[in-house]
T-cell receptor, first 111, second 113 residues
Framework: GQNIDQPTEMTATEGAIVQINCTYQ??????LFWYQQHAGEAPTFLSY????GLEEKGRFSSFLSRSKGYSYLLLKELQMKDSASYLC????????????FGGGTRLMVKP | DSGVTQTPKHLITATGQRVTLRCSPR?????VYWYQQSLDQGLQFLIQ???????AKGNILERFSAQQFPDLHSELNLSSLELGDSALYFC????????????FGPGTRLTVT
């Protein structure tokens, strides 16, 4: 099975930088995903990492270390609209490549 | 707008009843995934269909079943409903069997009373 841990809640200030961590344990790692989900809405895809290193996409970056079972999502120049839940998900080829999601980190951006 | 549609948006029903949730994937997507999201369980994968065939199964109860039709739309059937089945049910689609990017529909909020 898989175990995915991420903080439940975080608070940050508008304009600042925030890092949301995710640790995982899986037998057949085949990619790590970050999704953003506003309350009551559908998750939207943010990033995908399958190799070690940093993937940058505008204000958002995602990092992966497979040896440490660790990823983070970095959000720069925070805006109020970034207040949302951020879901870390792992794909496991020993589990039919289905996605297993962490519980999500609720980020509150304050003025 | 992801291009994935789900109906109905809201559904209120009583315990013991049966409901059907419907999903139309993005044009050209062959894979459909069903997820359940409740407050205490987070987003849980239920089942995946690819081009009409069941591809992967997650934590789906025996009271729940799904199918994907030749036009690629999918239906999730929930029967003998219990209070604990109240949740948001999301459908997602992707182009291939194991595409890394899944596009989620707006969800169906099911309330069982």
């Amino acid at each position: 099975g898989q175990n995915i841990d991420q903080p439940t809640e975080m608070t940050a200030t508008e304009g600042a930088i925030v890092q949301i961590n995710c640790t995982y344990q899986t037998s057949g790692f085949n990619g790590l995903f970050w999704y953003q989900q506003h309350a009551g809405e559908a998750p939207t895809f943010l990033s995908y990492n399958v190799l070690d290193g940093l993937e940058e996409k505008g204000r958002f970056s995602s990092f992966l270390s497979r040896s440490k079972g660790y990823s983070y999502l970095l959000l720069k120049e925070l805006q109020m609209k970034d207040s949302a839940s951020y879901l870390c998900a792992v794909r496991d080829h020993n589990a039919g490549n289905m996605l297993t999601f962490g519980g999500g980190t609720r980020l509150m951006v304050k003025p | 707008d992801s291009g994935v549609t789900q109906t109905p948006k809201h559904l209120i029903t009583a315990t013991g009843q049966r409901v059907t949730l419907r999903c139309s994937p993005r044009s050209g997507d062959l894979s459909v995934y069903w997820y359940q999201q409740s407050l205490d369980q987070g987003l849980q994968f239920l089942i995946q269909y690819y081009n009409g065939e069941e591809r992967a199964k997650g934590n789906i109860l025996e009271r729940f079943s799904a199918q994907q039709f030749p036009d690629l739309h999918s239906e999730l059937n929930l029967s003998s409903l219990e209070l604990g089945d109240s949740a948001l049910y999301f459908c997602a689609s992707s182009v291939t069997r194991s595409s890394y990017e899944q596009y989620f529909g707006p969800g169906t909020r099911l309330t069982v009373t």
